[in-house]
């Protein structure tokens, strides 16, 4: 029987069981010790790795840690410290007005309210979820690169865009599985689903992912086209 495309209900299931499975102690690669050190990291990390930031904000945070403290900083001087970061220009602009904006409008916390975290510079949809779902403790889905790589690949979602591709992961995973999801799909994005070569042979969602279901099916059509042609 060949394969259609889409996963159903209980491809669904499994595939969220086996994630659970494989990371159950998925969480932030990201170091931090306050909201607003959460804040500054995830925006450090756009187009950036983990490894890269924790080691740039090691730095930063001995000294400017708050949004005060980190006000303190000239713009030139903020890029010094993060410039191996890329994007500096606009990441060390972007801290220093949500910087501001968090003492002047906030009282000096990262707000709670997602409408207000959204409004802080640099701070996209996708840095808003990070920190309700990881320091709020909120039910949310952020979708950076990995989950919207691996999440269309197994086909939790088919989704042009990470606004969609969020939208289907709601509709798709529990509530309650929501924080939890993200940093599964981050980490099976990072160990084995790569961007250029998903390690597909190693990969223990390989029964249950739409990606490689529909390669194999691809597969099976080519090599009976080649017998009938014999
Ligand atoms: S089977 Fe391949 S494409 Fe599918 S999730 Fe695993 S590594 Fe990614």
Same mark, same amino acid.
């Given at each position: ?29 990201? /170091? ?28 930063? +945070? ?62 996209? &949809? ?9 320091? +709020? ?8 690169? /990995? ?20 939208? &289907? ?18 980490? /099976? ?21 739409? /990606? ?11 090599? &009976? ?6």
């Amino acid at each position: 029987m060949w394969y259609n495309s889409g996963m159903d209900e209980r491809q669904r299931s499994e595939a969220l069981r086996l994630l659970a499975e494989n990371y159950p102690d998925a969480r932030p690669a990201l /170091h931090y010790s306050t909201a607003y050190e959460l804040l500054v990291a995830v925006i450090l990390s756009a187009q950036c790795t983990d490894e890269r930031v924790n080691k740039v904000t090691a730095e930063l +945070f001995k000294e400017h840690s708050t949004p005060e403290g980190m006000l303190a900083l000239s713009q030139e001087e903020l890029e010094g410290y993060i410039y191996s970061c890329g994007l500096y220009r606009s990441k060390a602009a972007h801290i220093l007005s949500a910087s501001r904006d968090i003492v002047q409008k906030f009282g000096g916390q990262v707000p709670e309210d997602f409408a207000a975290l959204r409004s802080l510079a640099g701070v996209g &949809q996708k840095t808003a979820n990070v920190v309700a779902s990881v320091w +709020f403790a909120k039910d949310a889905i952020a979708v950076d690169t /990995h989950v919207f790589r691996v999440a269309n690949r197994l086909g939790l979602a088919h989704a042009p865009n990470p606004k969609k591709t969020e939208e &289907q992961l709601q509709a798709a995973i529990p509530q309650k599985d929501w924080s939890s999801a993200h940093h599964w799909l981050i980490w /099976h994005g990072r160990r084995v689903c790569h961007a250029q070569r998903p390690d597909c042979a190693a990969c223990a969602l390989a029964p249950c992912c739409d /990606h490689y279901l529909q390669a194999v099916n691809t597969q099976a059509v080519n090599a &009976q086209a080649a017998n009938e042609g014999e």
